[in-house]
């Protein structure tokens, strides 16, 4: 019998869980940095309304503006060398660093003002270190969140963590409130110094055993060269999506701070008396962390659910204006607390969640760089442009407090009219990143999603198109996450295609509580086991009463295609979760299976097991029984093997590597491989770039890791990539571009403006104009057999192998006609570049010309004398002949020709290229031979050594 005690702890755990989304397991991260972030902000609402009061006690609302001035200045400053920081330091210690160096600032800042030691100017210097202090935390504590949380895990729990803030805004605002009065304002540094001990205490817990998951913040560092990341200012002015961003962020700063003045002058004439001042501004600010709690959970997901990212961001300015208006009818000090009120609450939860979510189509690495700018520079910029004019108005102007309110109806216009436009650009980024994740050649139209029409396009789309197009769209229509499309999303679970179930499935997570369960508890049964326990998951999601017993029946279940999606999708709720683990047992659980099968005389259940075994120990990550999965990887089943390099790539573990990439090799495995080591991520480019030119490894699967790398889209791919751009194997280097442009077509954000590029863009057109000749060449002297009037079975065995030879050089043409296109495609607009090469390509002579011309415009000069003739040689005309033949008679031997071909990637060509020579039977060509015989293409070798032999070698 279950204990009461024990009863009720679970029933709190399940409570707990249900309202915040917490999953077991996680529990300890969680709590602990809601703790930090509550310490963090609760001391800044102690320092806060103390040095407010403390400066308005002193020098009056009047010299506000001339502070802001300053925090501006000294932000800029200390941003630049916060940022030099960031890329020598480890986070860790530069957190701690910061937490130890505010201790030491505010006690010296006590000694000061306890003494009276330069009060005045200590006052301006405290107001500066306060704002900065509050600017860095609030930036170190994000970075470490995506640090310990992983993407899953973050959705989950970004929103209950952030509420710590508000709950710590609470706490200060209110302890400030009570103990002002008892200790004086000044004393109140020590409670704040209390609270950052706290800090450092949960810092040192946070960190222990996580210095794998550095690798993040190297990303965000732009991968430690700072000198090759674009200028974030620059970045900001290319695109208009981020400017837009920086001005709305900029203007309700600037506005924030006039409606912080006219709180401050308001109630600096009501309340005199520092310590009432002080406690006077802790009780509003915990009042306003109230109203900003009470907001983010009854209202925020209301609004921008209901209304949309866009509509969301118009609350803050319109609550703003009236606000101002009524101050400017009413110069009281309810009016201002109002005004405070509704700019701090509204701020911090409706038009925060907006502008988060404004980010989303804006790819990671940029958001990471122009967020940081942003959140600092802006923020600090915008601050002092308050101050300059706050000192037009109040000190040149004579405008009083309420006349402030006229300057902030004008700002607050404009600030709706950027809205009105970043909500049109809001949908325009979206449609124009759906349009460059595709390729170039099969673009579909990319969706104005602000039609009616069109929305119901799409629907038809999902209820009546073919697989290819339903799959698509459902692609397209991830990240919308519109409510309207459920139904027909729904409906897509009993398609014929698994990979539109499977989709469906996935999609349908987002809309759980709309979504009718009939349909989805039939997959449970699917024949694919994804299908399965997506399924499950989704099911036992929604039925969190009667989970745990759910989960045991399926696991215990005698149907093993039932038990094996059971035991998969445990195993994903099992991730980071470490009572569920006890609770269900997986380890013991899959040794069971293992040895289970082994009586089974079933043959499907064998592989099903073996598989779904393969998948549970890489999804919940069992360490102990890693050694099962390395013997599975070398199972007789080719659907086990597969399975199990998925699994292995789920672990992310680095023993799996080298199975993993030896497996490249396999072509059967090939997809899945892939898979597997793109899960891996950013840690192991090193590894691959290091493989690319390492002969020792097998050439098949260094082919094949340039297609891995490419789906790894961080800047250090590209860089990684680049630099094995010079490797001598030609099929591997031809991989190497286009995986470059892949890249590019897919995260054009990256740089790839390489000197190098242009050195390997001349070498391959200076290869393709030797082949083309050459061609030329054979061409000729085939025609001059056929045109001979003397025929003999020389002559028609040599007709024969030229024109072999001629096939594969036109192959051979094509083939490097598309990766110098490709290469253009790294420094000039892929579109445009994938438009001039169908041009090139195509059959009309006029589009031809047209392409040529659109080149000649587009080209710099250096560029241009290599491409035009390339360009012009599918013309085929009396001067691209003329030129062709000069190059023939300049070269009329073709031993160089034929040198130049045994460095080809293409074995058929080198194959082809040894049937002639072995037919012109000189031996001039024996040094081409003998270097043949090291080839690493077995044909190629023993073709050689065989022609060596005929000559006697």
Not at 75 to 101: C, D, P, Q, R
Not at 179 to 187: I, Q, R, Y
């Amino acid at each position: 019998m279950v204990h009461p005690f024990i009863n009720r702890q679970n029933l709190l755990h399940e409570f707990f869980f249900k309202i915040f989304n917490i999953h077991e397991g996680e529990e300890k991260r969680a709590f602990l940095m809601w703790l930090y972030i509550f310490l963090i902000i609760s001391g800044l609402m102690i320092v806060k309304p103390m040095v407010n009061a403390l400066f308005l006690s002193e020098f009056g609302p009047e010299r506000l503006p001339y502070v802001f001035i300053l925090v501006a200045i000294f932000a800029s400053v200390v941003s630049v060398l916060y940022g030099n920081s960031v890329k020598s330091i480890n986070l860790h210690h530069l957190i701690e660093w910061t937490l130890f160096t505010a201790i030491g600032l505010f006690l010296v800042f006590w000694l000061f003002l306890t003494f009276n030691w330069l009060e005045r100017w200590v006052l301006y210097v405290l107001y500066i270190t306060v704002a900065i202090y509050a600017v860095i935390t609030s930036s170190q504590f994000w970075i470490m969140a995506n640090i310990i949380f992983n993407s899953r895990e973050a959705k989950r729990l970004f929103g209950f963590i952030g509420s710590g803030a508000i709950a710590g805004g609470i706490f200060g605002g209110y302890l400030t409130n009570l103990l002002a009065p008892l200790l004086g304002s000044k004393n109140l540094i020590f409670v704040f110094l209390f609270l950052l001990s706290g800090c450092i205490l949960i810092i040192k817990q946070l960190w222990q055993g996580k210095p794998e998951q550095h690798y993040e913040v190297k990303t965000i560092r732009g991968n430690g060269n700072s000198r090759k990341n674009p200028n974030s200012l620059r970045l900001i002015l290319s695109s208009r999506h981020l400017k837009l961003m920086a001005s709305v962020l900029g203007i309700a700063v600037l506005v924030g701070k006039l409606v912080e003045y006219q709180f401050s002058a308001i109630s600096t004439e009501y309340i005199t008396h520092e310590d009432e001042l002080t406690a006077f501004f802790g009780f509003w600010l915990s009042n306003l962390n109230v109203a900003t709690l009470l907001i983010q959970i009854f209202i925020t997901p209301r609004v921008v659910g209901i209304f949309g990212v866009g509509t969301s961001l118009f609350f803050l300015p319109v609550a703003l204006l009236i606000g101002a208006s009524t101050i400017l009818i009413f110069p009281e000090l309810w009016a201002v607390v109002l005004i405070k009120l509704l700019d701090g609450s509204l701020k911090n939860s409706i038009n925060k969640s907006g502008m988060e979510l404004m980010a989303l189509p804006i790819a990671t690495d940029i958001k990471s760089q122009a967020k940081s700018f942003i959140d600092v520079f802006v923020d600090s910029f915008a601050t002092g442009i308050s101050g300059i004019l706050l000192i037009i108005l109040t000190d040149i102007l004579n405008a009083s407090t309420k006349q402030v309110s006229f300057l902030s109806i004008i700002i607050i216009c404009g600030w709706l009219y950027l809205i009105f436009l970043i909500k049109t650009e809001y949908l325009h980024s979206f449609r124009l990143k759906l349009e460059l994740s595709g390729s170039a050649k099969n673009k579909l139209k990319t969706p104005d999603l602000t039609n009616q029409s069109v929305i119901n396009g799409i629907l038809k789309v999902l209820q009546e198109g073919d697989k290819k197009t339903i799959l698509h769209t459902l692609y397209m229509i991830r990240p919308l996450k519109i409510k309207l499309f459920v139904p027909a999303i729904q409906n897509l679970v009993v398609h014929s295609s698994p990979l539109i179930r499977l989709e469906a499935l996935q999609q349908l997570q987002n809309y759980k509580y709309e979504v009718s369960f009939e349909k989805i508890k039939a997959l449970i049964h699917d024949e694919n086991l994804d299908i399965r326990a997506e399924a499950m998951y989704l099911l036992y999601d929604s039925e969190r009463e009667n989970r745990e017993e759910k989960i045991t029946e399926h696991l215990n279940s005698r149907d093993y295609i039932v038990r094996s999606a059971a035991l998969l999708c445990t195993a994903r709720l099992c991730a980071n979760n470490s009572t569920y683990c006890q609770l269900f047992n997986l380890s013991l659980r899959i040794q069971k299976e293992l040895l289970g099968i082994q009586k089974s005389k079933d043959s499907l259940e064998i592989i099903t097991m073996k598989r779904c075994c393969a998948r549970v120990i890489g999804e919940g990550k069992i360490v102990e029984l890693y050694p099962f999965l390395h013997y599975l990887l070398r199972d007789s089943e080719n659907q086990v093997v597969a399975s199990a390099i998925i699994g292995a790539g789920l672990t992310r573990e680095k023993e799996f590597w080298p199975v993993l990439i030896h497996l490249l090799r396999e072509k059967k495995y090939w997809t899945f491989t892939q898979t597997a080591l793109v899960n891996f991520g950013p840690n192991i480019i090193t590894l691959l770039s290091g493989h690319l030119k390492d002969n020792s490894i097998d050439r098949d699967a260094r082919l094949r890791i340039p297609k891995v790398m490419e789906q790894i889209e961080i800047q250090s791919t590209v860089d990684a990539l680049t630099q094995n751009l010079d490797i001598s194997d030609r099929a591997i280097r031809s991989q190497i571009i286009d995986a470059l442009y892949q890249l590019r077509l897919n995260a054009p954000h990256l740089r790839f403006g390489d000197p190098d590029i242009m050195h390997f863009i001349f070498e391959e057109s200076n290869d393709f104009m030797n082949t083309l000749v050459f061609l030329y060449h054979q061409n000729q002297l085939n025609n001059k057999i056929t045109a001979s009037a003397q025929t003999n079975a020389l002559n028609e065995k040599l007709k024969d192998a030229r024109t072999r030879l001629i096939s594969i050089l036109e192959k051979r043409l094509d083939r490097k006609l598309k990766r110098i296109f490709h290469m253009l495609g790294l420094k000039y607009p892929p579109d445009d570049i994938e438009n001039v090469y169908a041009g090139i390509k195509s059959n009309d002579n006029e589009l031809r010309l047209n392409a040529i011309d659109f080149l000649d415009n587009l080209l710099e000069p250096d560029l241009k004398k290599v491409i035009l003739p390339i360009a012009e040689s599918a013309l085929l005309d009396e001067v691209v002949t003329k030129s062709l033949q000069r190059f023939v008679d300049k070269y009329q031997d073709e031993k160089e020709y034929f040198d130049s071909l045994m460095n080809s990637e293409d074995s058929d060509l080198k194959l082809y290229s040894l049937e002639l020579i072995e037919l012109l039977n000189d031996t001039k060509y024996l040094p081409i031979i003998a270097k043949c015989t090291y080839d690493h293409d077995f044909k190629v070798r023993e073709k050689a050594q065989f022609m060596l032999k005929k000559f006697g070698l």
